[in-house]
Nanobody, 123 residues
Framework: VQLQASGGGLVQPGGSLRLSCAFS????????VGWFRQAPGKERSFVAA??????SYADSVKGRFTISRDNPKNTVYLQMHSLRPEDTAVYYC???????????????????WGLGTLVTVSS
């Protein structure tokens, strides 16, 4: 399995950005997928994740970010609105076929990780 995140860039506060994560491998639809981020000087933390439907979110992004997936395209998305300077981070996508719902926010539950994409929120 290979994951490739893209879509990062520089955006002004209050702006929007959509990240994509392309999945290479078999049986994408059976994988749970997640987004995590690492801000400068901080540890990597949970952002959002989902199994086949719905979504689980960190409190800091609820109501602003939406995770979704397009199974025929083997792609997971993170739509981000109302971006804040504190959202500045490297964003990573992750996937695993065995994540249970209660562990969606746990980095240890994911065995497949992509390289990150940098999001900078600044005026």
């Amino acid at each position: 399995v290979q994951l490739q995140a893209s879509g990062g860039g520089l955006v002004q506060p209050g702006g929007s950005l959509r990240l994509s994560c392309a999945f290479s491998g078999r049986s994408f639809r059976s994988y749970a997928v997640g987004w995590f981020r690492q801000a400068p000087g901080k540890e990597r933390s949970f952002v959002a994740a989902m199994k086949q439907s719905g979504g689980s979110y960190a409190d800091s992004v609820k109501g602003r970010f939406t995770i979704s997936r397009d199974n025929p395209k083997n792609t997971v998305y993170l739509q981000m609105h109302s971006l804040r300077p504190e959202d500045t981070a490297v964003y990573y996508c992750a996937a695993d076929p065995s994540v249970i719902t209660s562990n969606l926010a746990s980095q240890r539950a994911y065995t497949n990780w992509g390289l990150g994409t940098l999001v900078t929120v600044s005026s």
